[in-house]
T-cell receptor, first 113, second 110 residues
């Protein structure tokens, strides 16, 4: 059974710093991996999707990497801003005729002005 | 596009009552999903659909039912509500890879 872990559960950093969020998964036979952002009381917003054949994806100040063999993904946020404060979730997909996502429990990020 | 919409935003139910959570998407996505999110836990898949007329169970289907009569709508039915169903419910849709989520319904069963 696929298990997804995100450590730490919470992280506080001063504004302007670069930071890395970690995601690990137990079964390397994944179809893709998706990073989401969730603001308090809101739904999930997709940030980046990495296909199993890719090593990384970039969008603006965000860069996500994927190492299937070691069961790890990282989300790198450059030059952090207070607006980046949110919970970040990673989810891995095993394609079984549809996209079944297994979610981690998230890292709650606080950027200190 | 409105994307994925969910109604209601909040609801309080008494034990044993029933209700339907509505979900609609206007992106013509074939795949639709229902998840629940409990505090400190990751999202768990309740039911999913790969197209109109086709539904299947996810990880935690007990106490719920779904139907998919159109591509756009995917309602989730709770029969005989129980306190264990207190949660935040998210609907999502997908064209194939990336999933798009609605804003959620916060349900309390007392």
């Amino acid at each position: 059974k696929q298990e997804v872990t995100q450590i730490p559960a919470a992280l506080s950093v001063p504004e302007g710093e670069n930071l890395v969020l970690n995601c690990s998964f137990t079964d390397s036979a994944i179809y893709n991996l998706q990073w989401f952002r969730q603001d308090p009381g809101k739904g999930l917003t997709s940030l980046l999707l990495i296909q199993s054949s890719q090593r990384e994806q970039t969008s603006g100040r965000l860069n996500a990497s994927l190492d299937k063999s070691s069961g790890r993904s990282t989300l790198y946020i450059a030059a952090s801003q207070p607006g980046d404060s949110a919970t970040y979730l990673c989810a891995v997909c095993v394609w079984l005729g549809n996209e079944k996502l297994t979610f981690g429990t998230g890292t709650r990020l606080t950027i200190i002005p | 596009n409105a994307g994925v919409t969910q109604t209601p935003k909040f609801r309080i139910l008494k034990i044993g009552q029933s209700m339907t959570l509505q979900c609609a998407q206007d992106m013509n996505h074939n795949y639709m999903y229902w998840y629940r999110q409990d505090p400190g836990m990751g999202l768990k898949l309740i039911y999913y659909s790969v197209g109109a007329g086709i539904t299947d169970k996810g990880e935690v289907p007990n106490g719920y039912n779904v139907s998919r009569s159109t591509t756009e709508d995917f309602p989730l039915r709770l029969e005989l509500a129980a306190p264990s169903q207190t949660s935040v419910y998210f609907c999502a849709s997908s064209p194939a890879d990336e999933q798009y989520f609605g804003p959620g319904t916060r349900l309390t069963v007392t």
